[in-house]
Structures are given as C-alpha cells and as structure tokens.
C-alpha cells in the first residue's frame, strides 16, 4: 500500500529564511503528488500538484516543489519565508490508476521574528 | 461562488447520540469525499462518492455512514457516536478522482 512520509512534525524558521518541507512516498510507480496548506481553524488550501512533465511545480504563494524519482520525494520550497506562512503542511498522494488521496502526517511551520 | 460548505461548524454529542453532518459544493465537482482529521495523523479518508450514485469505504469507515443526496451533496451520519469519533471532518470534491481535492472548513465534534 501506498505511504506517505513527511519526517519532520514541526519546523521553525525566521521571517526572510528559505525554507524546505520534506515529504516521501512509498508507491512503485510515479504516483500524483500534491501539496496542501492548513491554517488553524481551516480547511486545507492545494499549494501545487505535480502529475506529469516538468519535475519542478510553481504554486500560489510563491511556493515550489522538485519531484525527484529516484529519491521518491516531493519537497516544498520557498526561498524566503513570510510569517504569514505559518501553518501546517500537508503532502499528499494518488496513485496514477486509483482514486483515494493519501497524506503525511503533516509538518506544522513556525515563524519567528 | 461558495466552494465547499459544511454545516455545522461545532457539534458537541453525548455518547450514543446520532448526527448528520452536511456537505454541499456548487463546482459542479463528481466526486466528493469524506475524511476525519486528527492529530499527527494527517487525514484519513472515512467513505468516499466517486460518482453520483456510488459510495465506497475508505480507511476508516466503522461507525459511519453516508448518503451522496444528489450531484452536490454527500452527508455523513454517526448512528451513535462514541469518544473515539472525537475528532475534526472534513468534506472535499474534485471534479473526478483523478483531478486534485477542495476542502470546506470542517467541522469539529466533539463526543462526551
């Protein structure tokens, strides 16, 4: 069965830092990768997706993520980080012939001043 | 347009006492899903509507039901809630199974 890894629960960063989420998948094939944002109290908010093609996605926000096949990753970026940004990540996969998202436990971003 | 819309936004239950939670979307969406979120746990997927019509369990669906009412609506109810059902629901569609999912805001339960 398809998994979903993100190892880190909590990071903190400074306001202007880069920042980079990590998040593995475990699936044989290239899965459908996606990435959503959770402020508290919300509902989840789909920063980008990656399906096929160029394995370097742009989303809203000024986030982005590299798909890396042979890593089996999808790791978020953002080269400066805004405290606005503050929340909770979430990646999520869908396996190519399936119809059910899988999703990371979630990685909860701080911002400091 | 609303998007996603979940009624109601807090619910407080006693043990053994049953609800329905309402889900609509005006996106014209096939596919609707219901999912529990709780934490360090992500979200899991409770039973899901891949067409109008369809349902189907997800990961999680002892305790549940749902009803896809029609093109936009999909309830999930808990016959009688226990503690274990604690948790914050959420309600997503997509315009099938294969395209990515929109969230409402949840609802937050909570069972005493």
């Known amino acids: 069965a398809q998994s979903v890894t993100q190892p880190d629960i909590h990071i903190t960063v400074s306001e202007g830092a880069s920042l980079e989420l990590r998040c593995n998948y475990s699936?044989?094939?290239?899965?459908?990768l996606f990435w959503y944002v959770q402020s508290p109290g919300q509902g989840l908010q789909l920063l980008l997706k990656y399906f096929s093609g160029d394995t370097l996605v742009q989303g809203i926000k000024g986030f982005e993520a590299e798909f890396k096949r042979s890593q089996s990753s999808f790791n978020l970026r953002k080269p400066s980080v805004h405290w606005s940004d503050a929340a909770e990540y979430f990646c999520a996969v869908r396996t190519r012939y399936g119809n059910k998202l899988v999703f990371g436990a979630g990685t909860i971003l701080r911002v400091k001043s | 347009n609303a998007g996603v819309t979940q009624t109601p936004k807090f619910q407080v239950l006693k043990t053994g006492q049953s609800m329905t939670l309402q889900c609509a979307q005006d996106m014209n969406h096939n596919s609707m899903y219901w999912y529990r979120q709780d934490p360090g746990m992500g979200l899991r997927l409770i039973y899901y509507?891949?067409?109008?019509?369809?349902?189907d369990k997800g990961e999680v669906p002892n305790g549940y039901n749902v009803s896809r009412l029609n093109k936009r609506e999909f309830s999930l109810r808990l016959e009688s809630a226990a503690p274990s059902q604690t948790s914050v629901y959420f309600c997503?569609?997509?315009?099938?199974?294969?395209?990515?999912?929109?969230f409402g805001p949840g609802t937050r339960l909570t069972v005493t």
């Open positions: 509507s891949a067409s109008e019509g369809t349902t």
């Open positions: 699936y044989g094939a290239t899965p459908y």
């Open positions: 997503a569609s997509s315009v099938s199974a294969a395209y990515e999912q929109y």
